[in-house]
């Protein structure tokens, strides 16, 4: 199996899925004949050319409205977003138009759509670059939000995104670009809506997605040393959650902590919580912790920015607080 960044993944599920159906495109400022800001799609416009990958003016609302029309009418477009920061300027057409366009033509319209880019901490790039958002987009209904950690989850996820009828949004760690993974090679397509057990363990669940999996299993092999069992649930997909995985890894041992890089107020780690002390209360041994970034803006420092989000000594000390541990 070959070993790919993650950057390198998408760019794998992009190639195959244009050459696969000729409705599907890729939009976005600089995506073209500078190959993305983070080399996304590289080389994808020797191979397509300028209708199917197309240089968007800086203008998110105007082009991320235009290619929601395009879905309507029968293609499939991909939308990149520079940073998920900048998306805020079109989030009218992606949770106003996008996302509401089947319920309000009753039926009549699909918009199969996918809205992609980077998202969370950019590494030192302060506030208005380095904000998590995913629970904005998970909020609305329509909607369909994917948040991969993984070389090989990006690509099957993207390739499932791209084919499905409804509007999906896919948030990318900034700083997972260039994370390396083994990753299948053509038909490799992952389930929107399914969870996956990264890690087996038998003494306290911890429940993440996305950048926060790899501080989770620092943290786990550092608490192995100590005789402590960790399982790692990687959500992989916010909207829909899979309630039945986080449920079942609950009921194995009775103790989970949420790992999320957001903010804690309104964020996805609450509503998993909730699932958990709605569905599974009896079976738990200790309350749920979170740990979530500060409820901060980000700074630019490097020293502040580490600081204000979650890390393995964090979750590691989570994890011993539900455990009861001597020094959590």
């Not at 080399?39 to 209708?51: M, T, W």
């Not at 992606?94 to 319209?109: F, W």
């Not at 083994?182 to 057990?197: L, R």
């Not at 609950?250 to 002390?277: F, H, P």
Request: charged residues 25%; negative net charge.
């Amino acid at each position: 199996m070959a070993e790919l960044m993650y950057r390198e993944a998408l760019n794998q599920a992009l190639a195959e899925e244009m050459e696969r159906d000729a409705n599907v495109f890729l939009i976005g400022e600089e995506v073209g004949r500078y190959n993305g800001a983070f080399k996304v799609s590289q080389g994808l416009l020797d191979k397509f050319g300028s209708a199917r990958i197309i240089d968007a003016p800086i203008s998110e609302l105007g082009f991320t409205g235009m290619a929601a029309g395009a879905a309507m009418v029968g293609l499939r477009p991909v939308v990149e977003m520079m940073t998920w920061n900048f998306a805020i300027l079109a989030m009218d057409q992606i949770v106003n138009n996008a996302a509401k366009l089947r319920h309000m033509s009753g039926g009549q319209l699909r918009c199969p759509i996918v809205f992609r880019g980077p998202g969370g901490a950019g590494g030192r790039l302060s506030s208005q670059h380095s904000q998590a958002l995913e629970a904005n987009y998970a909020h609305f209904p329509g909607l369909k939000v994917i948040a991969p950690a993984t070389p090989a989850d990006a690509k099957g996820l993207l390739k499932a995104a791209i084919r499905d009828e409804n509007p999906v949004v896919m948030i990318e760690g900034e700083r997972l670009y260039a994370v390396k993974g083994e990753v299948p090679e053509g038909e490799h397509v992952v389930p929107i809506g399914k969870a996956d057990v990264k890690r087996e363990g038998k003494d306290v669940s911890i429940i993440t997605w996305s950048r926060m999996y790899y501080f989770c299993e620092e943290a786990a092999q550092q608490l192995e040393k100590e005789g402590i069992s960790v399982e790692i649930l990687d959500l992989r997909t916010l909207r829909p959650l899979d309630e039945e995985a986080i449920l079942a890894t609950v009921r194995k041992t009775n103790r989970a902590v949420v790992v999320e890089e957001g903010w804690a107020l309104a964020g996805v780690g609450a509503s998993v919580v909730d699932i958990i002390q709605s569905k599974a209360f009896d079976e738990l041994d200790a309350p749920v912790l979170r740990v979530t970034g500060l409820d901060v803006n980000m700074s630019y420092a490097a020293n502040l920015e580490n600081a204000t989000q979650p890390d393995a000594a964090k979750i590691a000390a989570a994890v011993k607080k539900v455990l009861y541990r001597e020094g959590a």
